[in-house]
């Protein structure tokens, strides 16, 4: 029997912990570029597992983060969540553009996540390490949205199953 | 100090900030308390390398936590991390 999309929601969230592990213990400024990579990927899942917990199919997409977020409106408890600090979903929107997948849609040149992009009009190749503005960001000790966003997903994961019960 | 000042700009619903004395070791330990930060139960701290391009000489560890919290560091119903003494903390 195959499986129903509710099924998919632990998996999803299980994942998503895991990932969220990883970004704890990355440091940030020194893989900026990879830690935004985790992060996306935590969002993604999370948002995912949210959708599956609804009930709904889960969408084969790389932008379940703003899915997420449009969720979250509609709970108490997630409008409060996204109420405590709008840095984070502004950086969490953007990380979801930079995706490969998503970016690739843009106009280009777009700065993307985890592999190198072009400017097709001055031949020059970017890399996230280098060129990724979310990493720069992220690299900055000064800057706390790395922090933020990683305490943002850690209250998320934990408050994910009151949220879509 | 120019890191706190910052993460206070950066969020001004900031309502404390505790500098750690780090027992001989070059680490700058900041637990910063804001409205903004959402409760998790936990203690997690977020380590930063030196970034002297950025005016950071020394690595950095910071706690984020939420005022409800920071009020159970102070009932001792959470635990900071080993070797974050609270006595010698210092307010910025």
């Not at chain 1, 950086?91 to 992009?117: D, K, N, T």
């Not at chain 2, 409205?35 to 020394?58: I, K, N, Q, S, W």
């Amino acid at each position: 029997m195959a499986a129903v999309p509710r099924d998919w929601a632990d998996p999803f969230l299980e994942q998503a912990r895991e990932d969220l592990k990883a970004a704890w213990s990355v440091p940030a400024n020194q893989s900026a570029s990879t830690f935004c990579m985790l992060l996306q990927m935590v969002f993604e899942k999370l948002g995912k597992a949210a959708y599956a917990r609804a009930g709904q199919v889960v969408p084969h997409t790389h932008q379940a983060a703003s899915l997420l977020f449009a969720m979250l409106l509609r709970h108490p408890t997630g409008v409060a969540l996204l109420q405590t600090n709008g840095n984070v979903r502004q950086f969490v929107a953007e990380l979801e553009a930079a995706h490969p997948q998503v970016a690739g849609r843009q106009p280009q040149p777009w700065p993307q996540l985890e592999y190198p992009w072009e400017d097709p009009a001055a031949g020059t190749v970017f890399c996230p390490a280098r060129d990724l503005p979310l990493a720069r960001r992220v690299r900055d000790p000064r800057d706390r949205i790395a922090l933020d966003c990683l305490k943002f997903a850690s209250a998320l994961e934990k408050q994910l199953t009151v949220i879509v019960p | 100090m120019e890191l706190a000042q910052a993460h206070r700009h950066a969020d001004p619903a900031t309502r404390l900030i505790k500098f750690f004395p780090a027992n001989g070791a070059e680490e700058i330990r900041l637990l910063e308390v804001s409205e903004a930060a959402p409760t998790t139960g936990e203690v997690l701290p977020f380590r930063f390398g030196p970034d002297p391009a950025h005016g950071v000489d020394y690595p950095s560890t910071v706690i984020l936590l939420s005022p409800r919290e920071w009020q159970r560091i102070q009932s001792r119903e959470l635990e900071l991390p080993p070797g974050w003494n609270i006595a010698s903390a210092e307010d910025f």
